[in-house]
């Protein structure tokens, strides 16, 4: 099955500062990776994702690469903010194949941005 | 939308007790997924379901987890009987779909054994 790494576990920069986070995942299959924030005492939330076709894709201040060569991906968060501070997780699915619906997430990286 | 409504938020039991969490999927959604949170475990798939029907329950942990989905709009974990280490934090999420697309998470009940 579908394994993914994600590091660093946890994260801290000062307001203002770029942030960014990688995962691994070990099935070439896997086409879909989405990003998921999860706020104290909330379930997590969508907040980018994208599909192996692209390499790269852009939602104002996060953005998020794909490498599918070396099978990594990336978050970044550009002019971080307070209210960025929060867990997030990376997963990989292959979106159409036996195992659909199945994601299978990192372990979580605790960001905290210092104002 | 409501989005994904959850029951109860929190749920402190004894040891021995049984345990029932609920779930309402948002509308139109026709698949479920039923998840487990913990520091040492991080966010696990305990079963998913396509069309009210269970798909893969291969993350369920032993016989006394089971789920049910008896129709589009509402979903049932037990958990029977209960033990400490089956405190954590379960999520249900619903999606248009299973694959690529969304989920969408509830709020989470947060379950305490004792």
């Known amino acids: 099955g579908e394994n993914v790494e994600q590091h660093p576990s946890t994260l801290s920069v000062q307001e203002g500062d770029s942030a960014v986070i990688k995962c691994t995942y070990s099935?070439?299959?896997?086409?879909?990776f989405p990003w998921y924030k999860q706020e104290l005492g909330k379930g997590p939330q969508l907040i980018i994702d994208?599909?192996?076709?692209?390499g790269e894709k852009k939602d104002q201040r996060i953005a998020v690469t794909l490498n599918k060569t070396a099978k990594h991906f990336s978050l970044h968060i550009t002019e971080t903010q307070p209210e960025d501070s929060a867990v997030y997780f990376c997963a990989a699915i292959n979106a159409g194949g036996t195992s659909y619906g199945k994601l299978t997430f990192g372990q979580g990286t605790i960001l905290t941005v210092h104002p | 939308d409501a989005g994904v409504i959850q029951s109860p938020r929190h749920e402190v039991t004894e040891m021995g007790q049984e345990v029932t969490l609920r779930c309402k999927p948002i509308?139109?959604?026709?698949?479920l997924f039923w998840y487990r949170q913990t520091m040492m475990r991080g966010l696990e798939l305990l079963i998913y379901?396509?069309?009210?029907?269970?798909?893969?329950d291969s993350g369920m942990p032993e016989d006394r987890f089971s789920a049910k989905m008896p129709n589009a709009s509402f979903s049932t974990l037990k958990i029977q009987p209960s033990e400490p280490r089956d405190s954590a934090v379960y999520f249900c999420?619903?999606?248009?779909?299973?694959?690529?697309?969304?989920?969408?998470f509830g709020p989470g009940t947060r379950l305490t054994v004792t």
């Open positions: 999420a619903s999606s248009l779909g299973t694959g690529g697309y969304e989920q969408y």
């Open positions: 379901f396509n069309n009210n029907v269970p798909i893969d």
């Open positions: 099935d070439s299959a896997s086409n879909y």
């Open positions: 509308s139109g959604h026709n698949s």
């Open positions: 994208i599909r192996s076709n692209v």
